[in-house]
């Protein structure tokens, strides 16, 4: 995954621990960092859901590890990507099975009549559709 920085450079996709208020570790976060000027950003489709979750949090927050690729579908497949990289996997793929798994998921908390669930997985289901030209990007780049 790539995007081009300010200063004209290449940004380069990587997984990052982010520390918020000292005490709240949030691991596996996308973050484009530029090879130059080393800016530095959190991918852009995962930057609300975690100003959100910071909110969430309040000020005095406890201390905490959070695995932002259990919160966010895109920072999921990003961290399955990274780990199936040997195995020849493609996002695509990864992101294919997940949509599947996430269905069967919405068709069994639907039998059980446990709203908040459908509505959990309904919201992961819109994260990876909403992230769709991301992973064109990512295929097309490769
Ligand atoms: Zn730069």
């Known amino acids: 995954m790539e995007k081009i920085c300010g200063c004209g450079s290449k940004m380069t996709m990587r997984l990052r621990s982010l520390v918020f208020a000292k005490k709240v570790s949030i691991l596996n976060v996308p973050v484009m960092n530029c ?15 975690l100003i959100t979750l910071l909110r969430g949090l309040g ?10 690729n259990e919160v966010h579908e895109l ?4 961290y399955e990507a990274s780990k199936a990289k040997k195995q020849n996997r493609s996002m695509h793929d990864i992101a294919k099975d997940r949509i599947n ?3 069967d998921l919405l068709l069994l908390s639907r039998a059980l009549g446990d709203h ?13 559709s909403q992230a769709e030209c991301v992973y064109n990007n ?3 780049n490769n």
């Not at 406890?62 to 932002?68: D, L, S, T, V």
Request: with cysteine; aromatic share 8%; glycine share 0%.
């Open 116 to 128: 908040a669930w459908v509505t959990d997985i309904e919201a992961r289901l819109a994260q990876i």
């Open 101 to 103: 798994q996430l269905l």
């Open 75 to 78: 920072a999921y497949i990003l």
């Open 59 to 68: 000020s005095q927050p406890a201390e905490q590890h959070i695995w932002y």
């Open 35 to 49: 090879t130059k000027c080393r800016h530095s950003e959190v991918l852009a489709d995962c930057a609300q859901p």
């Open 138 to 140: 990512v295929i097309s």
